[in-house]
Every structure is written in C-alpha cells, then in structure tokens.
C-alpha cells in the first residue's frame, strides 16, 4: 500500500509506439530525493547518456510530481520536467509548472511520466485512470498551446482534463519553448518544449478520479491549516495574492529598482505599467490554493480594450516582453504575454534575444539589409509581436537569429558583451544587478528557475536564519545565503507544492516536514528536509560534470551586460566583476566541493550517503 505516492511511473517509448508502467523505486531512494526535481534527477542520473544532445531520442524528459502533489495541502500541485537542458545544451534542465496537470497525473494513477524515443509523426498522450493511448495529432501540429489545449480537451471529451503542449516554438525547437498547461501555467525554463517538439510529441492530456491515499489524513489537515494562516506572514506571498502584481502596478519591482528594461540599459522606468490597475481582474487559483497569484485580466482601455489575457502570476513572465523591450503600455504588455504563451516561448530567453538584437540594431552591429529588410527599435509592440512569431517559425534569417536564444545569437553576429544570458538561456528575470545574492544564485544554477532565493528581496527566510533582509551589496555575505536558501528550494522542488507556499513563510519547513510525514508515513525532521535538499543539489552537480560543466562556466559562460553596473538607482557604481569568482568559490567551499574544480569532495558525497553516486 503506498500513502502519499501512487506507486507507479508511466514510461513512454515514442520510437516503438509502447507504454508500460514500472514501480517507484525503493524507499530508501524515496527518502533521499523525495520526488519532483530530485526524484526526476535520479533518473536522469541512472539513465543517462552523457554523449547525447537534449534533442537525441534517448534523452529522457521526465515529469515527476511529489508526495504533496494532489493533496489538500497549501499549493500541492507542482510536477517538475527533468532533462538535459535545451537551451544551455550542457547542464540539467529542471521546470515546474502548476495548475492541475501534477493532481491529475497523481489521480490518474501515476508519480510521473518518462518519455524517451521520437515518434514517426505528431502524437499526443493520453492518459486517464490507469488507462494510457498515444495518440495521432497531425491535426493539431501548428497550433498554439491554448488553441491546442482546448482542441485536446475536445478530442478526448472531457473538459475537466489538464493538458501539457508545445506551441510552434516548441515544434520549431527554438531556445526558450516550454510546455503550457492549464492556459496560465508552464513548464516554462530549460527548453523543455523544445526537446517535447523534438519527440515529435505535441501534448500530454491527462484526467485523474482516483484519490491517493494519506498515512495520516487527520494530522496532515491540522498542519495543513496552521501552515495556511501564516502564509500570509510572507511579504511575497501578500504581494502575489490574488492577480497582486499587476494591480500594484509593479510598485514594489518599480521602487526597488529590479525592472529590467531595454536590454539592461535602463532600469525601472516610472511609466511602465501604469494604469494597469484600472483593468479587471479575475484571480485564478491552483489546485489546493489559497494564493491565487495567477488571473485572468481583461483591458477596459487604451488600443486593445477588450482583449483577455490568462498570465501566470509571477513578475517575471511580463518583463521579458515589455519593459526589457522598452514596451510600458499596459494593455500592450498583457497583449504581448499572451501572444508568447500561446507560442510557447519563455520570455526571459526570446525577450533577451530580441533586445540583444534590438541595441546590436541601435549600435549598427547589424543593419536592415541583415535583418531581412527590418528596422529595430525599442518600445514598438507591433514590431515585438511580428519579431515573436518570426522566431517561433524560424522566419527568415532574422527568425532563425532569434530562434538561437540570446547567447548563441549575440555570437553569430558579434554581439557577445551585450547580451544577457547565464549559460544560454535567459536569467529569471528581473535585473538582479541590485540583489547579489539572486545574481549569484543565477550563475550557479544550472540554466533554470530560481536556483537561489537569497534574502536580498522580496522574502526573507525566518525558517533558516534570516529575519531581516541582508545588505543587497555585502558580497561577503552572499555565497552562504544562497547555499542555505538553496537547500531549502531544492527540498521544496522536491515534495510537490508550488514555491509560493513556501517562499518566506514563518514555519514552513517545520510544517513542511510534517505533512510529509503524515502524507507518507516517513519520518523526515525539518532539519532532515534540509539534508534532502542538499542531497539533490550534489546529485545536480554529479549529472552537470558528467554533461560537461566546467568550473569556469559559473563565473564566464554569462553575458557581461548581467554583471554591469546598472546605470542608476542604488546599483550604480557597484560593481559585482570584481567579486564574482571569490563568491563561486566560497559557495564551493560552504557546500562542500573542490574549491577549484566545483566537484563535490568525497567526504561530502560520505556524509550525505551518496558516495555510491560516483
Ligand atoms: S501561488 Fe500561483 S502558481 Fe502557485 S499554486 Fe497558487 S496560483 Fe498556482
């Protein structure tokens, strides 16, 4: 009898056309990666191929939910994507997504999906009650993830179904595609979309009823409760909730000098977001969610009144094509997010590139007899819209150019100093040049969301030590806020709720813990969730070396204009170059790995049990 997983993965083989299921493996493992990302990279691990590119067949995309995931519990809905990473081509990629997708795998009778092998044709999956059936979806190849989405619903007639799919960026396989589901929700980072469009798989449709079973039903509602009334302790969580960010009119980013704005040039100009208060708002929760962070927003004004927009709630999705773009028009922001989900492209890596191109432009490193004909410039949302779509079909030489993601781009044309990126891909955007800690958690990770919270911004981190927020400039302090800030994401990625249930909430580790213990029956202490996220952080960097990582790629493979000084706000004339490699190396050192090589030291890999790993 299994409490709080179901006990089974789904593997997929698209080159042979089967499905078949297998156990989870044994608890010993169970307790040492729990679920989500760290059990998606036990996987990885054990079936990978070093010498294979994300897009060969044999790599694995695997989506794993935790023991959380589907249960009435703050957030339980995260199901992480582990692969090796598209977009930076060398390190593990690793995304979550929200919504409903995770609870109804879960009710559907599966922990998680492994997926290896490339169809002959487009496919879909479909899964429903212990029942799975791939699925012909030439009809649907082409189409946008929403329109796909609602199509799928259509085909397997049943509406309450979530559906995963690709967009033509995905189907293009361009740097940057994710996987939407749930019309607000993505696996949004590590080009995820792009190795589905290279699997030929253009969806994942999947409905659940069947309830998973709870070691100690009565505990896990008690904890649950109390740990519901202090998420509202969380400075974040009270600024996301409900559609929050928008309404705020992005005062808090604004006032904090963290909004990126063409191509790092500028940063937090005033007129951004203006008015976008005055539009109307519809919160859209999760499964299992009191935040709400995400909505649906409806623009009551201005050139595209009318128009309904379905964002995720975080900050960051917006910026990438608006203000990093010089766009500040509200109704054309939320226009403009709209237009990248239903494409499939995170915003930060095509948001990066087009601005990259945009200052290249500016600066004559390209001219329009380059660019197809165009003419750049910043703040034009028609201009944005044609380059997205452009980019999503690899349209031209210029769709192809952006198609490239901002690094690879920036070196075709000899833009490299003003490109933004960290190891390829687009950063989680905002302009972290004024928070340290973030920057720095940025350049460990490997080319994903949020390795690192730090404690520079938006939350502080009570649970671990941080009552207040630190000195955003204090280098010295860095590199120890972002490996005990980093145990406890990892531990969070790992058990199956959304981050924001988390993210600065007095208590939560200890509640965490607890109902983890009362979903499955394993003790866990809070200090051991701890040791489980810095167990899945080593087991990360154990599957970076193998891929290829280098030592110096957390220090140099990042676009110079990241690590600029900003041209004003409390971030001008403080210039983190001149500390970046002292702070890797001190991370190295608190984390237990060779100073110099970035591998983790043999009595590191003993204490945590995972000598066996190498
Ligand atoms: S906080 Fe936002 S993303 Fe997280 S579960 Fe709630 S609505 Fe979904």
């Known amino acids: 009898m299994w409490y709080g997983y179901v006990g089974k993965i789904l593997r997929v083989d698209l080159s042979r056309d089967e499905v078949w299921f297998e156990p989870l493996p044994d608890e010993s493992v169970l307790k040492s990666f729990i679920g989500g990302k760290g059990l998606g990279l036990w996987y990885l691990f054990n079936c990978l191929d070093e010498n294979i590119s994300p897009f060969d067949p044999a ?50 009778g599966f922990d998680g999906i492994i997926i290896t092998g490339k169809a002959e044709s487009p496919v879909y999956l479909w899964i429903q009650d212990k029942e799975t059936e791939i699925r012909n979806a030439s009809k649907f190849w082409g189409k946008d993830t929403h329109e796909t989405e609602d199509l799928i619903k259509k085909d397997v007639g049943e509406d309450k179904a979530s559906v995963a799919a690709i967009g033509p960026a995905g189907e293009n396989m361009c740097c940057g595609a994710g996987i939407w589901n749930d019309k607000h929700h993505s696996f949004a980072h590590s080009g995820m979309g792009a190795i589905m469009g290279s699997k030929n798989l253009k ?28 998420l509202w302790k969380s400075d974040v969580v009270n600024a996301l909730a409900k559609g929050g960010l928008p309404q705020s009119e992005y005062k808090y980013t604004k006032e904090s000098y963290l909004l990126s704005a063409k191509n790092f040039t500028d940063v937090s100009p005033p007129e951004f977001a203006v008015g976008m208060s005055k539009f109307k708002y519809k919160p859209k929760a999760c499964f299992s969610c009191p935040i709400a962070c995400s909505y649906e927003v409806e623009i009551t004004e201005g050139p595209y009144k009318g128009f309904v927009a379905t964002p995720a709630g975080g900050g960051e999705n ?12 509200p109704g054309a922001t939320f226009y403009l997010i709209e237009l990248a989900d239903r494409l ?50 690899k349209e031209g030489f210029i769709g192809y150019l952006l198609s490239l993601g901002p690094k690879r781009a920036a070196e075709a044309i000899g833009a490299e100093n003003i490109a933004i990126h960290v190891k390829g891909t687009g950063i989680n955007l905002h302009d ?21 919270p730090g404690v520079d911004a938006w939350a502080t981190e009570p649970d671990i030590g941080y009552d207040s927020y630190q000195d955003p400039f204090d280098w010295r302090l860095k590199p120890k806020a972002v490996r005990d800030t980093q145990l406890k994401k ?95 190396r001190e991370y190295y050192r608190l984390m237990g790995w060779n100073e110099k090589t970035g591998e983790p030291l043999k009595s590191t890999l003993q204490r945590l049990g995972l000598d066996n790993l190498i």
């Open 59 to 108: 790599n694995p995309l695997i989506f794993m939910t935790g023991p959380l995931t589907g249960l009435p519990v703050p957030c339980g809905n995260n199901t992480t994507a582990v692969s090796i990473n598209a977009d930076t081509g060398y390190t593990t990629g690793a995304s979550h997504t929200h919504g409903y997708f995770g609870p109804n795998l879960k009710k559907a």
């Open 203 to 230: 969806a994942i449709a999947v409905y659940g009823t069947q309830d998973v079973q709870i070691r100690d039903e009565e505990k896990l509602k008690e904890v649950a409760k109390m740990w519901r009334e202090n």
């Open 318 to 329: 917006l910026e990438g094509v608006s203000s990093l773009l010089g766009v500040y028009d």
């Open 344 to 393: 499939g492209f995170e915003t930060s890596t095509i948001g990066s590139t087009i601005a990259m191109l945009i200052e290249a432009y500016e600066r004559g490193i390209v001219s329009k007899e380059d660019l197809d004909g165009m003419e750049l410039k910043w703040g034009d949302p028609k201009l944005v819209e044609e380059l997205m779509k452009k980019a999503a079909n």
């Open 432 to 452: 972290w040049r004024v928070t340290w800690a973030i920057l720095l958690g940025q350049l460990i990770g490997g080319g994903y969301s949020w390795p690192a």
């Open 490 to 584: 990892n531990w969070v990625d790992s058990i199956g709720i959304c981050w924001f249930a988390d993210w600065g909430v007095p208590s939560a580790l200890e509640f965490e813990a607890m109902v983890v213990e009362a979903a499955t029956g394993f003790t866990v202490s809070r200090d051991e969730a701890l040791i489980i996220g810095e167990k899945v952080i080593n087991l990360e960097r154990i599957v970076n070396l193998r891929l290829g990582l280098r030592p110096e790629d957390d220090i140099y493979d990042v676009g110079p204009r990241f690590l600029e000084p900003p041209p004003k706000g409390p971030g001008k004339d403080k210039d983190v170059r001149k500390h970046v490699k002292w702070m890797v």
